[in-house]
């Protein structure tokens, strides 16, 4: 007979942050579509919003079905192409994000600074998708693990100076918000392999991510 798979507590509580997390990205998508109203500004927060649930989903889901019903043989697999896909459209995330603070009339930013935006997310994204990530197994690859991360670390930087220099409450809050995030991000990427515990850091990081959807349904 077999032996019935016992799920702990934690594994239980996670799946249910997760399965909430991915369920307000959906909320917040209608939300911004259905009160748009044609404004440009929304339907980009919008899409937004679709590429940071429907990336996330793509590792969240195998990871909720890893917790509830065990690892089966895809299950290295499916998380790893989820965290690929994730690590592309987080990039996007940004880009998107960059738009819509030029679209709130905000300070111009320096033409230099937007080549380096952008050069370094499209770098970021080019780096993904060398096979030397090793995102198939879970033992990944260090060192490429720096190297797409040091391009995204600086546009993290950058979009954080950027909404700081708005000077409004909502460019405030959301400097904080992308601070806090990468905070909690860096030593996952750097220490989760070797120390499994601060895996948990993508928690606090994803409400982060939260935080930023609710600034822009609070501009609804």
């Keep these: 007979m077999k032996e ?3 799920i702990s507590v934690g594994q239980i509580m996670e799946s249910v942050f997760e399965i909430g997390y991915l ?3 959906l909320i917040a998508f209608v ?4 009160q748009s109203q044609g404004r440009q500004m929304f339907i980009l927060y919008a899409f937004l919003t679709l590429f940071l649930g429907t990336g996330d989903a793509f590792h969240l889901v195998p990871r909720i079905k890893r917790s509830l019903r065990g690892e089966d043989s895809y299950t ?25 603070r030029t ?7 320096p ?9 370094m997310a499209l770098l970021r994204i080019v780096l993904c998708l060398f096979p030397q990530n090793n995102w198939f197994h879970k033992e990944g690859n260090m060192k490429w693990s ?8 600086i546009v993290g930087i950058c979009m954080i100076y950027l909404f700081a220099t708005m000077h409004t409450s909502f460019g405030n809050q959301m400097a904080a918000a992308i601070f806090f995030s990468f905070l ?5 990427t750097i220490w989760s392999k070797t120390h499994p515990k601060v895996g948990l850091l993508m928690i606090p990081k994803t409400c982060m991510y939260i935080w930023m959807l609710c600034l822009g349904l609070q501009l609804l």
Excluded: H
């Excluded at 939300?31 to 259905?34: M, W």
């Excluded at 033409?111 to 050069?119: C, M, R």
């Design 4 to 6: 019935e798979r016992k």
């Design 23 to 25: 369920l307000f990205d």
């Design 31 to 34: 939300l911004f579509i259905s």
């Design 76 to 100: 290295e697999y499916t998380i790893g192409l989820g965290l690929m896909i994730s690590s592309i459209t987080m990039t996007i995330f940004y880009m998107i994000l960059f738009v819509i």
């Design 103 to 109: 679209m709130m009339g905000a300070p111009i930013v």
């Design 111 to 119: 033409f230099g600074l937007q080549i380096l935006i952008v050069s």
């Design 146 to 153: 720096f190297f797409r991360n040091v391009p995204f670390t």
């Design 184 to 188: 909690c991000y860096l030593p996952v």
